[in-house]
């Protein structure tokens, strides 16, 4: 069975940092383009970072300088340092598995974890 696990989400002050966790279950994890996306209430879901399995990283223009994505491969986990948080970063922030081979493709989703930060 397939499960990606977030966890590391919380409530924490304007400027403040988080690392978020997600482990990834019943997947061979290093073949997987991992990311990180948000959802604010009345938002839609957006791309935060991804890291993919070639080691290609990308950045929302709204996060960059300010987060980081790393992933360990030997541990099936991808982090998402957060710094200098904002409150326009409150969110449920969930974890995205992909991974394509033609002609098959496999996509999982994590079931979210809250980040609130208060002004």
């Known amino acids: 069975q397939v499960q990606l696990v977030e966890s590391g989400g919380g409530l924490v002050q304007f400027g403040g940092s988080l690392r978020l966790s997600c482990v990834g279950f019943?997947?061979?994890?290093?073949?997987?383009?991992m990311g990180w996306y948000r959802q604010a209430p009345g938002k839609q879901r957006e791309l935060v970072a991804t890291?993919?399995?070639?080691?290609?990283?990308n950045y929302a223009d709204s996060v960059k300088g300010r987060f980081t994505i790393s992933r360990d491969n030997a541990r099936n986990t991808v982090y998402l340092q957060m710094n200098s948080l904002k409150p326009e970063d409150t969110a449920v922030y969930y974890c995205k598995g992909s991974f394509w081979l033609t002609p098959e493709s496999y996509t999982y989703w994590g079931q979210g974890t809250q980040v609130t930060v208060s002004s």
């Open positions: 019943g997947i061979t994890f290093s073949l997987y383009n």
């Open positions: 890291s993919s399995r070639s080691g290609t990283i």
